[in-house]
C-alpha cells in the first residue's frame, strides 16, 4: 500500500502546520512565559514542534544553508531530551505527549494526527531497511514498538509495550500484545 505523505513547501504551510500543530500546547497567561524560559513538559513539547516544522519548511524549500542550521538545532534539542524524530517523517497535527525517549527511524513514515507517548519506536527490522509506515490517527502507547516492513492502517491504536512487526490493514482497531495481534474493534475514532 503506497500512500503519499505531505510535507511543508511554502511558507504559509509552516505557518498552517505550526497553528494547527501548537494549539494543542498552552501558549496563554503564565504558559506564554513559561514557554519562553523552556519550563515544563509543554513547553519543551510545543518548542520541540516549532524546531522540526521549521526544519521540515527549509529542507523542502531548498534553503540549504538555514536547512542546515536548524538541523543542527534540532539534533542538539533531541539530544537533550531524548527525543529522536527526523525531519520528513511525520505529516501534519503530531501530538507528542511526553518528553522523553521516543525513536524514530529516518526512512518510516506516518500520516497526520498521529499521537505519541514516551518510549515509543518506529524501527527498521532485521538486517534490512525495512521501515513502518503508519496511516492517518495512529496512536502509539507508552513503550509501544512498529518494526520491520508493516503498514499500520488509519485510527489504529497500539497498546502499551506493545510489539508491530506484522502489517495491520483493518482501520479503527485497537492492536496490543507481544507480538501484536488485534484485541479490540474499537480504535481511535472510538475512544
Known sequence: MEREYKRIQTRAELKEWLAYETRSYKNHGKYRLMNLL?????????????????????????????????????????????????????????????????????????????VIHVHTSLAAGGFNDDTPKLGNGVLLFIGAVVCGDTYIADNVVIGANSVVTKSVYEENVTVAGNPAQVVGHRGRLDM
Open 38 to 114: 523552556l519550563l515544563g513538559d509543554n513547553a519543551v513539547l510545543r518548542r520541540h514542534q516549532v524546531l522540526l516544522r521549521k526544519t521540515e519548511y527549509y529542507i523542502n524549500s531548498g534553503h540549504r544553508i538555514l536547512a542546515s542550521l536548524y538541523k543542527m538545532r534540532l539534533l542538539q534539542f533531541q539530544v537533550k531530551y531524548g527525543m529522536h524524530i527526523p525531519p520528513n517523517t511525520f505529516g501534519r497535527g503530531l501530538r507528542l505527549m511526553h518528553v522523553g525517549e521516543i525513536d524514530v527511524n529516518a526512512n518510516a513514515r506516518a500520516g497526520e494526527d498521529c
